[in-house]
């Protein structure tokens, strides 16, 4: 019996890009994060701060390494596993594939100079302003990757003749319909993430170590970014939304499980669905999906009857809808409770309870990402170039993908503990006070010149 090469196709990429997202969002969320420390340190002349951006870049690195492997899987496996999508889109798509390689090399050259370069200007801004390009060439990387992805669900700046995509204008199939929205978001939700896994971090040591100076302003900054980014990403969600139902009512009418159009829609959230497809144990908000879809409560939402059944979205992609727009919330009621307690004097913002939900809004925030892509790309189901072609047209026809997936599998695993072990390695035994006390050291031996050396 042959194996099913489609299915295959969607475990190797499905996985490539369930690993690649943790390290890829972390590489575009971190580098603000570093600018923000080492600018507040510099302007508060705290160290504090400078250590922060310090430590942070450090732990970087590790993940820019680890992100350079998978983006170079995902686009050998662009080739090998779906050669009859690169066959028809790759001459449309090359140009944004081509930028965020060069974005990323803007970026490692920044890095590079960055990190090898503390104090070594007399004027600390000189420094700081070297994060900027690093943090442009992140979000850059992100950004022409991303309008890939739009692409795929808004195909445009292309003519079809024969079968193929002629007369390609690659800076309008950049400049997609769906380019700003998934933008605004990934961004949105890469630097509410980093900055959840940063107070994260700090929350945890606290609640082993203890609370220190070091960790009380690490927390503080990281709870003011993600609140920030926590409103962002909301009003990126609504944009999200409205341009769904706009020009992908399916996706949207799948992730709502609303069946039928109809006026002034009712918001789902939750449920589950039996044999006949009716909806039980859900929470009815009254209108509120029109409201979300068009901003009026009795707007008109196209529903999934509409559609060919064979054209129909996984109905699976209403959890991860509301799963991934529920931690969205979370995360940003958990910054407000945050900043509750710390302007009401009775209550203490590093007690327990409120630092293990800081925690546990770290492993939240990736899931939320993770929940957020596969809801992307299982929505736009069964198309992986809407309208064009479908995912069983677009797969390899080889049995050797099987190979293929534990291979990769085997790779991912590899790298996710060496990735583990040298971050263990960096910062375990480490502490932030102990390193504060030896650069102090370091400092004062400098300058009654101790540390002098040919």
């Known amino acids: 019996m042959g194996i099913d090469t489609v299915l295959w196709s969607k475990l190797v990429t499905g996985m490539t890009l369930g690993f690649h ?39 970087f690195v590790i993940s820019v390494a680890v992100g350079v492997v998978t983006g170079t899987a995902i686009s050998l496996q662009l080739a090998l596993v779906w050669p009859n999508f690169m066959k028809l889109a790759g001459n449309v798509i090359a140009l944004p594939l081509f930028m965020e390689v060069f974005a990323f090399f803007f970026e490692a050259i920044f890095l590079g100079i960055y990190l090898y370069t503390w104090d070594r200007f007399k004027n600390p801004y ?35 003749q024969g079968g193929q995509f002629t007369a390609v204008n690659p800076v309008q199939a950049m400049l997609n319909t769906a380019t700003f929205s998934k933008v605004f978001h990934v961004l949105s939700s890469a630097y509410l993430t980093g900055a959840a896994l940063l107070a994260g971090i700090a929350a945890f040591t606290m609640l082993r170590k203890g609370v220190t100076g070091y960790h009380k302003k690490a927390l503080k900054l990281m709870m003011a970014v993600v609140m920030l980014f926590g409103l962002l990403n909301t009003v990126a969600g609504d944009a999200s939304a409205k341009f769904l139902a706009e020009h992908q009512p399916e996706k949207l009418a799948a992730a709502e499980w609303h069946f039928e159009t109809e006026s002034g829609a009712d918001l789902i959230l939750f449920g589950w669905l039996n044999a006949e497809h009716k909806i039980i144990g859900a929470l009815h908000l009254p209108k509120i999906l029109s409201f979300l879809a068009f901003g009026n409560f009795n707007a008109k939402v ?60 770290t492993p939240l925030a990736f899931l ?87």
């Open 302 to 361: 196209t529903g999934l009857n509409e559609f060919p059944p064979d054209e129909q979205p996984p109905l699976l992609v209403h959890y991860f809808f509301d799963l991934m727009a529920g931690i969205g919330f979370a995360l940003l009621g958990m910054s407000v409770l945050y900043f509750l307690f710390t302007l009401w004097k009775k209550r203490n913002e590093h007690n327990k309870w409120l630092l293990r939900i800081i925690a546990l809004g």
């Open 368 to 454: 939320g990402v993770e929940l957020g892509w596969f809801y992307a790309e299982l929505g736009r189901q069964p198309w992986i170039l809407r309208g064009y072609m479908r995912v069983e047209e677009a797969a390899t026809t080889s049995p050797s993908v099987r190979i293929l997936f534990f291979l990769f599998l085997l790779l991912y695993i590899v790298l996710g503990m060496v990735s583990v072990l040298v971050l263990r390695r960096l910062f375990n035994n480490n502490l932030a006070e102990a390193e504060m006390e030896k650069w102090a050291q370091h400092a004062g031996d400098k300058r009654t010149g101790k540390g002098a050396h040919v």
């Open 21 to 59: 997202m943790i390290f890829a969002t972390i590489g575009v969320g971190i580098p603000l994060m570093i600018a923000i420390a080492e600018l507040i340190g510099i302007r508060k002349q705290d160290s504090h701060y400078t250590l922060m951006a310090k430590r942070w870049a450090r732990g």
């Open 126 to 160: 000189i420094h700081w302003l070297l994060t900027l390009p690093i943090v442009a060439g992140a979000g850059m990387s992100a950004v022409f990757i991303t309008t890939v992805n739009g692409f795929m669900n808004q195909p445009g700046g292309f003519t079809m």
